[in-house]
């Protein structure tokens, strides 16, 4: 049976939802017409959201390259999804999805150059007109002001992790410090300052663990006597995929600049395999450092709201705008539908709802934030958001309509990295990719017999069924969420 969406819920009880808002809401005496909401004891939010980080570099996901013990605690508290996927992979479309709960396709940032249109309906906006007070501090990265805020100050572009430069409510001024620390400060201080009669949705969005990759002096030499592992895939051949990844300029060994960014030269004496042994290693020794950082600033947010008697009523999620290659296949940097850059870590506490220690293995989109605050708060969600409220899955129970497919969509070709444009879905077993554009080619993977997705089996008879009815089912989602891209 095809499943009722959300949005055609709604259209359906029309009558009943309305009158449901009209009980939240009182007239009062001090107006004519004015209306003060009824609703008490809404969740705060504090919504941590970082740019690159991929599940592998956090302890609490069984990561054994670095131990994350403050964002360990928010999942011990709270609540792990194992699979928060992204819906484009890329910066800037992430995060306008994060924002407006809709597809790029919809909200219009389909690349990481083409500017945000602040007019557009976003969850903080909405939040904002039904009494909340919100903030955004740090990365924005969409080319355009924020809207919707109260109080907002921003990195310009991608920022730098040294003296960095802020745009504070239009004005820029250069900061002294570490922009991790900065970030986190700015936060607190806005904490202090927040009215204290309305409950508060804070964005706090750091420039880490995008690259270049410098690490604070505390952490700048915090492995820099560990070996790395490399991953099983690093010497990946791709004799099974299509041109799609061969042509793709993401390799460590050929297309990382370490001066760039690893900020230091190359010995001249490596070339080959040894050069690219050095890069991983230095690769990975940056990045994890700038994630220290990171997980100290989350240990701080999280002592701030204990200290100020705040954790009890406030929603604290921790995610990031898409994952990364940390070596996998040899590359670096993100983009693909392949696992790495697709998954994104989502932990989420709070006391009221989640029960701690709690992990879940739903497919979750960055779509489904918007409308999951929404739903938390007690606002009517918007018919035009594609998302879905998972908030019964916080309080432990999944609906029995859940999806159980997700569909992506990566238009930045050409571009940066040469990735080829693809769309695809990914169920809880297998995942289909369409690279089109200058190309036609396919990939499908069995996720549950080839979790590195090395073997790709697109042209094997023997799953000829299962490609007719995923084929069958990405036609179904593009029609769902009305994409009509050619593709």
């Known amino acids: 049976m095809r499943r009722v969406t959300r949005r055609e819920f709604h259209k359906k009880i029309g009558l009943t939802a309305a009158w449901a808002a ?19 004891n809404r969740p ?84 904002r007109k039904d009494g909340y007070e919100t903030a955004m501090i740090g990365k924005w990265h969409l080319k355009s002001e924020p809207t ?18 802020f745009i504070e409510m239009g004005s820029r001024k250069k900061h002294s410090g570490y922009v991790t620390n900065l970030i986190t400060d700015f ?3 806005w904490l202090k300052q927040r009215s204290r009669d309305k409950p508060f949705c804070l964005l706090c969005h750091h420039k880490a663990p995008h690259g270049p990759w410098v690490p604070a002096p505390r952490h700048r030499n915090l492995f820099a006597k560990v070996n790395f592992p490399e991953p099983a895939t690093f010497n990946d051949d791709f004799q099974t995929r299509s041109t799609a990844a061969r042509e793709a300029k993401l390799a460590i060994q050929n297309d990382m600049n370490p001066r760039h960014y690893l900020q230091q030269e190359q ?7 040894a050069a690219k042994q050095w890069r991983y290693q230095n690769y990975l020794r940056g990045y994890l450092g700038c994630i220290a950082s990171v997980d100290d600033s989350v240990g701080r947010l999280l002592d ?38 697709l998954h994104m870590p989502l932990l989420i506490k709070y006391p009221k709802l989640i029960p701690a220690g709690s992990v879940r293995e739903e497919i979750i989109l960055n779509l489904d934030f918007a409308p999951t605050f929404l739903d938390l708060a007690e606002i009517d969600i918007p018919d035009d958001i594609q998302g879905e409220s998972f908030k019964s899955i916080l309080q432990g129970h999944r609906p029995k309509d859940w999806r159980t497919s997700m569909y992506y969509h990566y238009y930045e070709f050409p571009g940066t990295h040469s990735v080829k444009r693809h769309c695809g879905i990914r169920t809880e077993r297998y995942k289909l990719i369409h690279f089109y554009n200058d190309i036609d080619a396919w990939e499908l993977y069995d996720l549950s ?25 990405l036609d179904r989602l593009r029609k769902l969420y009305g994409d009509t891209a050619r593709s």
């Open 22 to 40: 009209t009980a939240n809401l009182l007239t009062c005496s001090k107006g004519f017409g004015q209306k003060v909401s009824t609703k008490r």
């Open 44 to 127: 705060n939010i504090l919504f941590i959201m970082t740019d690159d980080h991929c599940l592998r570099a956090l302890s609490c996901y069984s990561g054994r390259l670095n131990s994350t013990p403050h964002l360990d605690r928010l999942a011990r508290e709270g609540m792990r999804f194992q699979h928060c996927l992204c819906t484009n992979a890329l910066c800037a479309p992430s995060r306008a999805v994060v924002l407006t709960g809709k597809y790029s396709h919809v909200n219009g940032v389909i690349n990481n150059s083409t500017p945000f249109n602040g007019s557009q309906q976003t969850f903080p906006k909405l939040l």
């Open 148 to 165: 919707g805020f109260d109080y907002w100050n921003i990195l310009p572009g991608q920022g730098v992790y040294y003296d960095p430069a």
């Open 187 to 189: 936060c607190i201080d």
């Open 267 to 273: 010995p001249k004496n490596l070339t080959g395999q």
């Open 304 to 341: 701030y709201l204990d200290q100020a008697g705040l954790s009890e009523n406030t929603l604290v999620v921790y995610t990031s705008d898409q994952g990364r290659f940390l070596g996998e296949h040899g590359w670096f940097d993100k983009r693909f539908m392949y696992e790495q850059p």
């Open 449 to 473: 017999e080839d979790p590195d997705e090395v073997n790709n089996i697109y042209d094997n008879p023997a799953h000829a069924v299962i490609v007719k009815q995923l084929k069958a089912e």
